[in-house]
C-alpha cells in the first residue's frame, strides 16, 4: 500500500521527476489505480465572473491592466446570469462550477457579497462550488464556507525561487497565507502551477515540494501549460511538450496519491493521444467548455467525443462524501 507523505525531499522528488519515462507512466498508473478509477475523469466548468483590470504583473496573464492584450475589462456578473451558465454546464456534463475574478484580493464589499449570492445559488444544483478570487483573509474564507463553497482555487505558479521572475505585487507567503485560510475554514483546497514560463526542471520541482509537504495535501492540483498570449511578456515562450507534462502529472500522482490532478491549461494544443498518455500517467480531472478564463480550451462536444473514444467516464459531485453529508 501507497503510504501517504507529506516529508518529502527535493532529491526524492526529483529521482521520481527524471525517471526513465515509461518507468515513470507505470509507476503513477499503479498509484492512480489505487486511489481513483484509472477510467473516471472529474470534468470542471471554469467561469470568468469578472474580467480584465487586474492591478497585479503575472506575466502570463492577460487580465493584467498594464499589459495590451485583447482582452476586455467587464464588470462582475449578474447573479441570474451566473448561476444561468451553471445550469447550461451541468446539463452539459460538468459536476463541479469554479468562478473566477481579476481581483488582487477579495473586498469586503458589494461584489463580494454577490459572489456570495452566487456559492449559494450554484450549491443549491447538487454541483461542486469553487471560487477563485485573489486572495484571502480567514473572515471571507469563512463566509464562502457558510455560503457552500466546496472549494477554492489559488495556485503557487511555480517555486519560491523563481516566483519573483514571474510576478511582483504579490508574494510567495501570501500564496501561502491565502492557502492557510481557505484550510481552516475547511474549504478543499485546489492549487498548482504553471510550467513553461522559462522555468527551470528544479523550479517545477521546487513546486510540487511546497505542495507535497503542506500539512495536508491540496484535494486539487492543476497542471497548466503556458498558452502564450500576444502583448504579454510571457507572449515568445515556446510550446510545452507532452513529455513534459507527462513527468509534471505522474510525479504529482505519485507524491500526492489523493489528490485530483487536473489536466488544465494547454490542452486546446494537446492530440487526443497527447492528453491521453497524460491520463495514463494520473490526471483525473479536465475543465471543459471552449474558454478556461480567457484563453482557448476544447469545447463540450470535442471533450464528449474524447470521453467516448477513451471510454472514460465523468466523476459525480461530491464523490469523497457520503450524500447524508451534502445538502442541497
Known sequence: MTTIRNNWT??????????????????????????????????????????????????????????????????LMEVGEVLQKAVEAKESGSTRFCMGAAWREVRDNRDFDKVIEM????????????CTLGMLSPEQAQKLKDAGLYAYNHNLDTSEEYYGDIITTRTYGDRLDTLESVRKAKISVCSGGIIGMGEHEDDRIGMLLVLSTLPEHPESVPVNALVPVEGTPLEDQPKVSVWEMVRMIATARIIMPKAMVRLSAGRVRMTLEEQALCFMAGANSIFAGDKLLTTPNPGYIKDQEMFQQLQLKPRVAYKEKSQKEVVF
Request: proline share 5%; glycine share 6%.
Open 10 to 75: 527535493r532529491e526524492e522528488i526529483g529521482a521520481i521527476y527524471n525517471k526513465p519515462v515509461m518507468s515513470l507512466i507505470y509507476e503513477a498508473a499503479t498509484v492512480h489505480r489505487e486511489f481513483h478509477d484509472p477510467n473516471e475523469v472529474q470534468v470542471c466548468t471554469l467561469l470568468s465572473v469578472k474580467t480584465g483590470g487586474c492591478p497585479e504583473d503575472c506575466s502570463y496573464c492577460p487580465q493584467a491592466a498594464r499589459y495590451h492584450t485583447q482582452v476586455k475589462v467587464e464588470k
Open 119 to 130: 456559492v449559494k445559488g450554484v450549491s443549491t444544483l447538487g454541483m461542486e462550488v469553487c
